[in-house]
């Protein structure tokens, strides 16, 4: 028995011992089936979203912005291509559509600025403006411009409307959003002529730019349906909301564009019956047909029967034609509205010359041009001085010497504004150039008149001989004589003439002796005719072995016919100078 009892703690500790051991057998195989059944589970069931954060920009970069294959026109230059990636893989946006604008007649203002035009589709305002924002700074960044927006959503002006209407509480009981919940942001990127749309997906099916970029034979692809009507406007008929909100729905429903030929045609009809209130308002609601508005008046008053005792409205013509002139001018299209411009203000002028006269169309022309940046050119100095010319010589034949001054100002104005132009000493040394300035000295053109002149044809005249002597071309020189001889002043004819025969050589003389004969014998004067033959000025023919050729003998022989009809003492000069030459 005490053998027995002794054992038995023995026992039981035995039994206490494989009884812990069997547990631990037992929680370690309870672990082991838990883990593997995590495992399992894990392997059956995804990830909890949590887990994914890491991987989400990848992972929508690789499902979403990639999908989108972006459309682009032929011949893209590779800022468009670096644009519009950005818009997708690093803006997220989506339904990107490219329109080439290079081609083709568009009637919108931004069609006219730009080559490309990139439609995109943002989530939200916000989305919107921190698009342009980060395309903003990638513009700056590579291509150091700035970009200009239209339609920027303002935070800080939004904050305040909210304000304005906490404190006024039944105006903000009948906002239904106080954060406006669509946005369009038309952003011109100042690059390649690229311009950039960003809008919301509503605002985008309500616009629908596409319809209105898309080529013709792609237009039937973005026609819009007509938006139906939502529940509140089918139960408030009476609601001026309502009736508000199907007007704008309607509203890109019809064209409010005119084709340019109905425009232009209707126009003409209002000049001609001399309508120009109604001619005024057409134009007025017409801008963005200007170009052709202006080439239909310069036509139709180029066309007009100008006589010179009647009266021309010619103030009613500046205003209709300054109501065409936009305020920008496309740059692609601009030398031909300032050449429309030349036309129309050298045809007013020449309409009406006395009340319309050269200072006005120094200052609507070369002035305006030259202050609005155009720049201009060496062409605009010549019309200018053909101009000149032609109410000099024809817009008063009777008038004085300080008239003249007066008038000679006006171009002395207009040779300034060219100092700065490039190739200005080009212009001066151009022989076209400086004969016309010379023929703006002197008024007049009546035969057996002395005309008024300046006293500074003399000090030009002397200044091209003394620099230029026998370079003088010959149509510098003929020129310079029609001056003179229009002044009637022979005795600077004859010293201009003679100037430079001193270092000519026989058989170099390459002077306009039959333009020098005419002048004289066109202006009638039989007593200068017969001191060319009896001073002996026309021996410079024989002893620098002058070519007589048909021109210069016909004139020869007006000026003998004229000076001595009868032959009674100049048969053997003439005898010599022609006969000898056969």
């Avoid at 120094?362 to 050119?377: C, E, I, W």
């Amino acid at each position: 028995m005490l053998k027995a009892s002794k054992g038995l703690p023995r026992l039981r500790l035995l039994a206490t011992m494989g009884c812990k051991r069997t547990v631990l057998l037992q929680s370690a195989a309870i672990r082991c089936l838990s883990l593997s059944s995590i495992v399992c589970q894990e392997r059956s069931s995804p990830k909890p979203w949590y887990l994914n954060v890491g991987n989400r920009e990848r992972e929508l970069k690789q499902t979403i912005f990639q999908a989108q294959d972006i459309s682009l026109p032929s011949n893209s230059p590779a800022s468009l291509v670096k644009i519009s990636n950005f818009l997708r893989d690093e803006l997220g946006l989506t339904d990107i559509v490219v329109f080439d604008l290079r081609e083709g007649v568009f009637e919108t203002a931004a069609a006219k600025m730009c080559n490309f035009m990139v439609l995109a589709t943002a989530g939200s305002p916000k989305h919107c403006q921190t698009s342009f924002q980060r395309l903003n700074s990638l513009i700056k960044r590579e291509y150091e411009s700035f970009a200009h927006v239209e339609g920027q959503y303002n935070a800080k002006e939004q904050r305040k409307r909210q304000r304005r209407l906490a404190r006024r509480p039944n105006l903000a009981s009948n906002s239904e959003s106080k954060v406006p919940t669509e946005s369009w942001f038309m952003i011109d990127t100042k690059v390649d002529r690229i311009f950039v749309n960003i809008l919301t997906h509503k605002r985008r099916q309500e616009i629908n730019l596409e319809e209105l970029y898309a080529p013709e034979e792609e237009k039937a692809k973005y026609v819009r349906s007509q938006p139906e009507k939502s529940a509140t406007e089918v139960n408030s008929e009476d609601n001026i909301l309502a009736g508000l909100r199907r007007l704008v729905n309607q509203r890109r429903e019809y064209s409010t564009v005119a084709p340019a030929a109905l425009v232009s045609e209707k126009l003409l009809q209002n000049l001609q019956s001399q309508d120009y209130p109604s001619a005024f308002r057409l134009i007025n609601n017409n801008k963005d047909q200007s170009l052709q508005l202006m080439q239909t008046l310069v036509e139709w008053v180029s066309n007009l029967p100008i006589e010179e005792e009647a009266a021309v409205p010619w103030s009613k013509w500046v205003t209709a034609f300054e109501s065409c002139w936009p305020l920008v001018l496309p740059e692609e299209k601009a030398s031909q509205y300032w050449s429309l411009r030349l036309k129309f203000f050298k045809l007013v002028n020449m309409a009406d010359m006395k009340h319309y006269n050269l200072s006005n169309f120094f200052n609507d022309y070369l002035l305006a041009k030259k202050a609005t940046g155009a720049g201009l050119v060496p062409q605009d100095l010549v019309e200018f001085l053909k101009l000149a010319i032609v109410n000099t010589r024809y817009c008063d034949k009777h008038r004085g010497y300080w008239d003249l001054v007066h008038s000679n100002d006006i171009v002395v104005k207009a040779l300034r504004l060219f100092e700065d132009v490039r190739g200005a000493d080009a212009i001066v040394k151009d022989s076209s150039v400086v004969t016309m300035l010379l023929r703006t000295m002197v008024s007049g053109q009546e035969i057996g008149e002395r005309a008024t002149r300046l006293h500074a044809v003399y000090e030009v005249s002397d200044y091209l001989v003394d620099t230029f002597g026998p370079e003088l071309t010959p149509p510098t020189i003929a020129g310079i004589l029609e001056v003179l001889a229009a002044a009637k002043d022979w005795n600077k004819y004859l010293q201009f003439w003679e100037a430079g025969i001193g270092g000519l050589v026989p058989g170099a003389d390459q002077r306009p002796w039959a333009h020098f004969i005419r002048l004289v014998v066109e202006s009638g004067d039989v007593e200068m005719m017969r001191k060319l033959l009896s001073e002996g000025h026309l021996l410079w023919l024989d002893r620098l072995q002058v070519e007589i050729d048909d021109e210069l003998k016909a004139q020869l022989g007006l000026l003998f016919a004229k000076a001595d009809p009868e032959q009674l003492w100049s048969q053997e000069l003439q005898d010599h100078l022609l006969l000898q030459k056969l």
